[in-house]
């Protein structure tokens, strides 16, 4: 049976990603006519969670899963500034710095020229050593 009116509520977080706004929560309100002929109002009410399963505001929604998290939870790739969740950032510890978010390809990227540069100072330390065992 068609209501007579309907309402309906949303709250939605918009993603820059896909332009497209993601709902987290929705209310519904319907008046129906019963088969008696009186009008009964019904209520529907959606509640979708953050994924990051904390309470408070949404904060953005992961490019990666689609995940929404809370302000804390959610966050920015350091490199590329796409929006990512806690389960897709990558932490780089650095010496003088807090740890620097990354998004899984950009922390593949600068963890390969990381590795890269430990492997030639290897090299370069173990040459040195083989120099100085002849020397002695
Ligand atoms: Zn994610
Ligand atoms: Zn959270
Ligand atoms: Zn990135």
Do not use: Y
Not at 6 to 31: C, F, M, S, Y
Not at 46 to 66: H, N, P, Q, S, T
Not at 98 to 117: M, N, V, W
């Amino acid at each position: 049976m068609k209501p007579i009116r309907q309402n309906e509520a949303r709250k939605v977080t918009p993603d820059r990603i896909t332009g497209q706004d993601r709902i987290l929560d929705r209310r519904q309100k319907k008046h129906i006519r019963s088969d008696q002929g009186s009008v009964n109002s019904m209520d529907v009410e959606w509640v979708f969670f953050l994924d990051c399963e904390c309470k408070g505001e949404a904060a953005g929604r992961c490019f990666e899963c689609g995940a929404i998290s809370c302000e804390t939870c959610h966050g920015r790739c350091h490199a590329c500034r796409k929006p990512i969740c806690m389960q897709h950032s990558h932490f780089l510890e650095t010496d003088d710095q807090e740890p620097i978010r990354l998004c899984g390809r950009c922390h593949d990227k600068i963890s390969r020229k990381q590795t890269r540069a430990k492997i030639g100072r290897f090299f370069l330390s173990f040459l040195v050593q083989q120099e100085d065992g002849r020397d002695g």
